[in-house]
């Protein structure tokens, strides 16, 4: 409501100076000069209400690129068509048409280029004290997962986490879903956000930067990051290997989870409880105390068990450690077997 009466004041003395000025200079009388003020102060309010829909960003990028671009045909008309050289003086109209040639292109390029005009200056770094601190951007399902609260605490992470403004978008997104699983994984994230910005040991910064030519959230995260010269801090196996195709460092908790799990070893023996059946036939899935799933061959039939089993393989990846096992047979039950097959 204040905007507008500063506004209805602007238009008031716009109208005003119009009564007073324009009388002056296009001789005519005061009540046409007090409207013609008026409906001016009325033009320069809704230029300055349909400003609003573009960013100060891309404005400033905008004035920028004019900026450059008068600057260029400025020397280019002194130098090029310079007539010591021989070239025939050039016309006005031919200079201005040359010199809206050239602000078009400065503005066309610097807009396009804004995000990375806006992401290399705040990120110069002028003293050793940032130079030694990096970047890391952090994507949604690292959030998500929630792990990241956690390995904060530990001071694993020195560099400054940089959460893009897109990513919370995302993460809005999926608190917001009409499905129940998705909306609760969401509002999960936000909430370890709210933790991670609460810490004493978290040094974050939201990023505003944004690149409409681009749909994709992982490749927005890449495109950022290679500005940036930062890491992506990710548990998604997808985008860890797109990254890597991209030559931009990915730090990967699953990764660091498995270097910091218990080794288990082949014919290694131990003891769990088969919880539901496994994809091929006759498995069971057990697991152990750190998430490590096993499969067990033959063990569909002592779902809800506890079991011997014996380690035959281990498969480790980005997407996590999975264990192969088989059932640990007694030497009574062993002794039996042979005797049958006898």
Not at 74 to 80: F, G, H, R
Not at 331 to 337: E, L
């Amino acid at each position: 409501m204040t905007l507008w009466i500063v506004r209805i004041c602007f238009c008031m003395f716009s109208a005003v100076v119009g009564w007073d000025f324009i009388p002056t200079v296009l001789k005519v009388g005061p009540v046409i000069g007090a409207a013609a003020g008026f409906v001016v102060g009325v033009v320069i309010i809704a230029i300055e209400l349909g400003l609003k829909r573009f960013s100060f960003r891309g404005i400033a990028a905008a004035m920028i690129g004019f900026i450059l671009g008068a600057v260029v045909s400025n020397l280019v008309i002194k130098i090029l068509f310079n007539p010591d050289f021989g070239f025939t003086p050039l016309s006005g109209y031919q200079k201005l048409i040359i010199t809206m040639i050239f602000c078009y292109i400065g503005v066309m390029y610097v807009y396009t280029g804004r995000d990375e005009i806006h992401l290399i200056i705040p990120y110069v770094r002028f003293s050793k004290q940032s130079e030694s601190r990096g970047f890391v951007i952090v994507d949604t399902s690292v959030i998500i997962d929630g792990r990241i609260a956690d390995i904060l605490q530990t001071d694993f992470i020195d560099e400054v986490l940089v959460i893009p403004r897109f990513v919370l978008k995302e993460l809005h997104s999926i608190a917001d879903s009409s499905d129940d699983l998705r909306r609760q994984r969401g509002r999960r994230g936000l909430e370890i956000l709210k933790k991670i910005q609460e810490s004493s040991k978290a040094k974050i910064k939201i990023d505003d930067s944004d690149f409409p030519d681009i749909t994709e959230v992982d490749h927005k995260l890449i495109r950022l990051a290679k500005i940036m010269g930062a890491k992506i801090l990710t548990n998604d196996y997808n985008l860890n290997k797109v990254a890597e195709i991209e030559k931009v460092k990915v730090l990967n908790i699953n990764d660091l989870a498995n270097v910091v799990k218990a080794v288990v070893l082949p014919a290694e023996k131990m003891k769990i409880t088969i919880v539901r059946a496994g994809k091929e036939k006759n498995q069971g899935v057990g697991y152990l105390d750190d998430g490590t799933m096993i499969v067990v061959s033959e063990g569909r039939r002592h779902v809800g068990k506890k079991v011997d089993v014996e380690v035959v393989s281990v498969l480790q990846t980005s997407a996590g450690k999975m264990i192969f096992a088989d059932i640990k047979q007694s030497k009574r039950h062993h002794q039996k077997w042979e005797n049958a097959k006898l």
